[in-house]
């Protein structure tokens, strides 16, 4: 393990005094010198890799337990993976599982790798992190330090990522008398449905080509940043909590709303709590919400009343805004009798049949949503100040939609679904990680846990720290103490 040490010392320390030479003569700067440094300290990192992956291998291949169940097929057998710093190469063992032909790298099980695994939970979640951000050529680049890796790559590991970690249960649950759901959904661009060049017309001549991609997000409470004086309000969510995929289908959507219910359960008391106001444009998904979550209410969304409400007076012209005034009366009253007075006189003054379609159209879409406007204005509780609209563009739309783009149904479910965990809050390397133990827990059998347990052992004895002074000529000159220091802490670390 010291060797690449040895070596950044008698090479690459003479390398970077020869810049930092240059630099005091004026022919190189501070950058120059920087990137020399975290060149050739990337390298000697990866190098430590390599160097360290090896030993493991002498140990396990010496070990009892190995030597009990599997026999030594192959010696010295080459391998490269992609670690953040660069790329580690190495050599491993390969064994034959006794009584049997099946054939292992017991290296690559201690490590968590897979086989053919190119790339380090690191750099897959650095890819995954920029991808989310940006775009999966983007993420490639940002993969590793040194290293890109391809479009293509990014795009296999978003597929191929599981979203899914348990909800860590609280200490003591919370207790809140009313909960807020407000539910929406962006409408992103297929490529494809199952193949490339499946997407057909509809009778107009345009592409069917949408999916439609879902999202809760769950709060406690808003709450005015800039204080309640202020003239320009800025308000902020308390308790968020995002859910999002594009579950299609009764089932799927089942799925979704009992994620939901599950995650309301595990952290609130619901003892305590009253009440559960699920605010959406009363879609049929978004209403089937209140058939999974106790004690919760459909309340219509004001954005969509607007929206319809807006449309229904544009051709009124001077006379929109006094419409819109007793529109909003009667909706505010909860008076369903005044409502239907007001569109009444509308569609009287309204010549054009389109636009009447439109205003009978409104009108209908207010009265089917009847309860839901009636218990926005009946019930205590009430926190309507937030907008479905407005964590849709900030959550999907920003990477999804707004930008001419294509997805395959399974990407958008997947960039969905990480867009939605990373506004949680949570790290892409802890999710990577938890799935790799899961994984591993799943493929482990005792005489892998009979070996990992001897190497535990094995690896107390280690002192390579005393090996490394002994070795390692130049560590006593006075000039070098800098780098024993650096040593001593990276081994004793």
Not at 107 to 119: A, E, F, S, T
């Amino acid at each position: 393990m010291y060797y690449s040490i040895q070596h950044f010392i008698e090479k690459d320390i003479i390398e970077i005094e020869k810049i930092v030479g240059k630099v005091i003569e004026g022919k190189m700067d501070s950058d120059d010198l920087s990137n020399a440094i975290q060149k050739r300290v990337l390298n000697l990192g990866a190098q430590l890799l390599g160097e360290i992956y090896e030993l493991l291998d002498d140990e396990i291949r010496e070990s009892i337990a190995r030597k009990k169940h599997w026999n030594i097929e192959h010696r010295e057998e080459k391998k490269t993976i992609l670690d953040v710093m660069g790329k580690v190469e190495f050599k491993r063992t390969g064994y034959c599982v006794k009584g049997t032909n099946k054939y292992v790298y017991l290296l690559d099980r201690v490590l968590g790798y897979d086989p053919g695994q190119k790339i380090t939970l690191g750099v897959a979640a650095k890819a995954l992190e920029e991808t989310i951000e940006s775009s999966y050529s983007k993420g490639g680049k940002k993969a590793s330090i040194t290293e890109e890796i391809s479009k293509q790559a990014v795009k296999e590991l978003v597929h191929g990522t599981v979203i899914e970690m348990p909800v860590a249960k609280p200490k003591k649950k919370k207790k809140q008398k009313y909960l807020h759901i407000i539910a929406d959904e962006d409408h992103v661009s297929a490529q494809f449905w199952k193949e490339k060049g499946d997407l057909t017309d509809d009778i107009k001549g345009n592409k069917i080509n949408t999916i439609t991609t879902k999202l809760i997000c769950l709060y406690e409470d808003i709450v005015n940043e800039s204080g309640e004086a202020s003239k320009s309000p800025r308000y902020k969510l308390i308790g968020k909590k995002y859910f999002s995929g594009v579950y299609a289908g009764n089932k799927a959507n089942e799925e979704l709303w009992k994620q939901v219910a599950d995650y309301i359960e595990t952290i609130y008391d619901t003892e305590y709590l009253e009440r559960v106001y699920i605010a959406g444009d009363g879609a049929t998904w978004i209403k089937a919400g209140c058939e999974y979550i106790e004690n919760s209410r459909f309340v219509l969304d004001k954005f969509h009343m607007m929206k319809y409400i807006n449309t229904s007076v544009t051709q009124l012209l001077d006379s929109a805004d006094d419409a819109k005034s007793e529109i909003w009366e009667a909706i505010n009253g909860a008076n369903k009798k005044a409502l239907k007075n007001v569109y009444k006189r509308i569609l009287e003054v309204t010549e054009n049949e389109k636009k009447k379609e439109e205003v009978r159209s409104a009108l209908g879409y207010l009265l089917n949503n009847w309860n839901g406007i009636k218990i926005r204005v009946d019930e205590s509780g009430s926190c309507w100040k937030c907008c479905a609209e407005g964590q849709i563009s900030h959550v999907l739309s920003s990477r999804m939609s707004s930008r001419p783009m294509g997805w395959s149904i399974l990407g958008c479910d997947k960039m969905a679904k990480l867009r939605a965990f990373k506004w949680n809050g949570e790290k892409v390397i802890d999710l990577l990680k938890y799935q790799k133990k899961k994984q591993m827990e799943q493929e482990r059998r005792e005489e892998q846990e009979e070996l990992i347990k001897e190497l535990r052992k094995r690896h107390s004895g280690w002192d390579y720290a005393e090996r490394t002074k002994a070795v390692i000529p130049g560590l006593e000159k006075h000039s070098m103490k800098w780098m024993k220091g650096l040593i001593n802490q990276t081994l004793d670390a």
